[in-house]
């Protein structure tokens, strides 16, 4: 995962002006919305926490939001390595938007088949 959020990072810094942050999402959270995204990012303008995840059940994860200061500990995540790791070596620096939702993946087509049919298969 650290490989994939470094290719990210260097394709978006070659862009003018810089990012200034990063919302990270996967792809398997279904319940994910735009009015969520806007919540990881008033929650961090309120807060001014350099990180803003999401938190359902006892987890902090994704999606999440990193702040310009902490860009550079992205980029030196190992390369097996996911961002959960920051979160968890530096908890003071996470703010938190709730999102119980987010405990929802989808990740085999039998958890898609229930999510069609109205059932919140965590998959996890």
Request: glycine share 8%.
């Amino acid at each position: 995962m650290g490989a994939s959020l470094k290719t990210g990072l260097a394709e978006l810094q070659q862009h003018q002006p810089a990012p200034t942050s990063v919302l990270v999402l996967l792809c398997d959270q279904p319940h994910i919305t735009s009015t969520l995204l806007r919540q990881l990012v008033v929650a961090q303008l309120a807060t001014q926490q350099p990180i803003v995840a999401t938190e359902y059940g006892s987890v902090r994860g994704v999606p999440v939001l990193f702040g310009e200061s902490v860009l550079p500990l992205l980029q030196a995540l190992p390369d097996a390595a996911g961002a959960q790791q920051l979160l968890r070596q530096h908890p003071e620096w996470v703010a938190t938007v709730p999102f119980p939702a987010g405990a929802v993946d989808v990740d085999t087509e039998a958890q898609y088949a229930a999510l069609l049919g109205g059932e919140a298969d965590s998959g996890n």
